[in-house]
C-alpha cells in the first residue's frame, strides 16, 4: 500500500467515497470533518485509519463540559498549592504542574499521529472555533511557561459530529467534509461478514430483510443502527434461531425480546408492536 493512503482494513469495510475523503483530507493537511448516522462508523474510522497507515492513535473525546484549552494543556493550580504547604521542591518550576492535552500529545508525538475529535458538536458552540488557530498554525502558547509549542509532525486529524449543533461556518471552511450515508444492502452484507463470515445466508438473508424493514416503519424515534444489526445477529447466533423463525408471522410473537437489541426506547418498541398485530390481524381476516 502507498504510504499515507487508506484503503480500508480487513475488520472496516470502507467505500470508495470515503477512502478518497480521508486521502484527500491527508494530502491537503485539513482536518477530516466526518459526519453521519449514529452506529455509521465514524469515531472507529480515525483507530481504522491509524491501524491502516501504522500510526499511533490519539483520542479526544469531547463532553458537554469540554473546553477547547483541555485540548492544549491544564495548569493544576491545586497540586502545586499542595506541594508548596508540604515543603515539596517541585513548587518551584511550574512547568511540573502543566499537563498536557490531547492536542499537545499529537504536536509532540515523534512521528505523525492520527487524532481523533470525538462527537465535537457536544462542546459548546465556541468550541470549534477556539481551535481554529491551533489546527491551522500546529502551534500554541503556553502562558505559565512563556513557552511555544509547535507540531513535531502535523497529525492527520479526523473529526467527528453527530450533527447535534450547527459548527461555526469559520470552522466548516478549514474542514475537508464527508457525510458517511448508512450502508446499503450490499455494503451492509459485506460489514456482517467482515464479524459473522461462517454465518448462514438464509439467516442473513432473513436478518437483512427484518433489519431494512424495520428501519423502513414510520414514526420510528430511533431507527436502528448498523452496530445494533450486529448485536442483534449475534444473539440469533447464539440462541440458535432459525431463519424461518424471522420469515413466519405466526411466530413472531416469540422475537421482541430479540428486538430488544435493535429497538432502544419504549415508544418504538410500542409502535412496533402494534403493527405486528395490527398485520396479524389483517391475516387473520384474510
Known amino acids: 500500500m502507498t504510504a499515507n493512503r487508506f484503503q480500508g482494513t480487513e475488520r472496516y469495510v470502507a467505500t470508495e467515497d470515503l477512502m478518497t475523503a480521508v486521502?484527500?483530507?491527508?494530502?491537503?493537511?485539513?482536518p477530516l470533518l466526518i459526519k453521519g448516522e449514529p452506529g455509521t462508523g465514524k469515531t472507529m474510522l480515525a483507530a481504522e485509519v491509524a491501524q491502516a497507515l501504522g500510526k499511533p492513535?490519539?483520542?479526544?473525546?469531547?463532553?458537554?463540559?469540554?473546553?477547547?484549552?483541555?485540548?492544549?494543556?491544564?495548569?493544576?493550580a491545586v497540586a502545586r498549592l499542595r506541594d508548596s504547604q508540604l515543603g515539596d521542591n517541585r513548587v518551584h518550576?511550574?512547568?511540573?504542574?502543566i499537563v498536557r492535552g490531547k492536542l499537545w500529545e499529537?504536536?509532540?508525538?515523534?512521528?505523525?499521529?492520527?487524532?481523533?475529535?470525538?462527537?465535537?458538536?457536544?462542546?459548546?458552540?465556541e468550541f470549534p472555533n477556539d481551535l481554529l488557530q491551533e489546527l491551522d498554525r500546529m502551534?500554541?502558547?503556553?502562558?505559565?511557561?512563556?513557552?511555544l509549542v509547535k507540531a513535531r509532525n502535523r497529525p492527520i486529524v479526523i473529526v467527528t459530529s453527530n450533527n447535534e449543533k450547527e459548527l461555526?461556518?469559520?470552522?466548516?471552511r478549514r474542514c475537508f467534509f464527508h457525510y458517511i450515508r448508512f450502508p446499503d444492502r450490499e455494503t451492509m452484507e459485506q460489514i456482517i461478514d467482515v464479524h459473522f463470515p461462517d454465518l448462514k445466508k438464509s439467516l442473513l438473508r432473513e436478518a437483512l430483510d427484518c433489519f431494512f424493514e424495520l428501519r423502513e416503519i414510520p414514526g420510528l424515534k430511533k431507527k436502528p443502527t448498523t452496530s445494533e444489526l450486529l448485536d442483534w445477529i449475534k444473539i440469533l447466533v447464539a440462541e440458535d434461531v432459525p431463519a424461518e423463525t424471522l420469515r413466519d408471522q405466526?411466530?413472531?410473537?416469540?422475537?421482541?425480546?430479540?428486538?430488544g437489541a435493535l429497538l432502544k426506547n419504549e415508544q418504538d418498541m410500542?409502535?412496533?408492536?402494534?403493527?405486528?398485530f395490527m398485520s396479524r390481524r389483517q391475516g387473520a381476516r384474510n
Request: aromatic content about 14%; proline content about 4%; glycine content about 2%.
Open 23 to 30: 486521502n484527500a483530507a491527508i494530502t491537503v493537511a485539513r
Open 57 to 76: 492513535l490519539i483520542e479526544w473525546h469531547v463532553k458537554s463540559t469540554t473546553k477547547a484549552r483541555q485540548g492544549l494543556y491544564e495548569y493544576d
Open 93 to 97: 518550576d511550574i512547568a511540573n504542574y
Open 106 to 125: 499529537a504536536f509532540a508525538a515523534p512521528e505523525q499521529a492520527v487524532l481523533l475529535i470525538d462527537e465535537i458538536d457536544k462542546a459548546d458552540i
Open 139 to 147: 502551534e500554541f502558547f503556553v502562558y505559565e511557561t512563556k513557552a
Open 168 to 172: 461555526p461556518d469559520a470552522f466548516l
Open 250 to 259: 405466526d411466530t413472531r410473537r416469540a422475537l421482541p425480546k430479540l428486538y
Open 270 to 276: 410500542h409502535l412496533f408492536e402494534r403493527l405486528v
